[in-house]
Nanobody, 115 residues
Framework: QVQLVESGGGLVQPGGSLRLSCAAS????????MNWYRQTPGEQRELVAG???????TYADSVKGRFVISRDNAEKQLYLQMNSLKPEDTAVYYC?????????WGQGTQVTVSS
């Protein structure tokens, strides 16, 4: 079955950096566009960044110029390099295929930006 395991979150000061990873299994990772989402308590999940099978990337305006999404198809890994972090980036971050073929979500990884 589909498994998505996010890691790399933590507590970081404003202006700091983190690199999130997502290990995917149970589906043909290389054939799916992939997204990173984030969610804060009481809010809907927000699309942060996406990457196509061909490597084209898109970003939410709030993270453009600070975050970089990438993928390693051989290792079935998705990454999110987050730079110049702000307190408003605090959230649980999730990865997921850009597809409705699965409703499975990982546990997410908590990112907290605070001094």
């Amino acid at each position: 079955q589909v498994q998505l395991v996010e890691s790399g979150g933590g507590l970081v000061q404003p202006g700091g950096s983190l690199r999130l990873s997502c290990a995917a299994s149970g589906f043909s990772f290389r054939w799916y566009d992939m997204n990173w989402y984030r969610q804060t308590p009481g809010e809907q999940r927000e699309l942060v960044a996406g990457i196509t099978v061909g490597g084209a990337t898109t970003y939410a305006d709030s993270v453009k110029g600070r975050f970089v999404i990438s993928r390693d198809n051989a290792e079935k890994q998705l990454y999110l390099q987050m730079n110049s972090l702000k307190p408003e980036d605090t959230a649980v971050y999730y990865c997921h295929p850009d597809s409705s073929f699965t409703n499975s979500w990982g546990q997410g990884t908590q990112v907290t930006v605070s001094s």
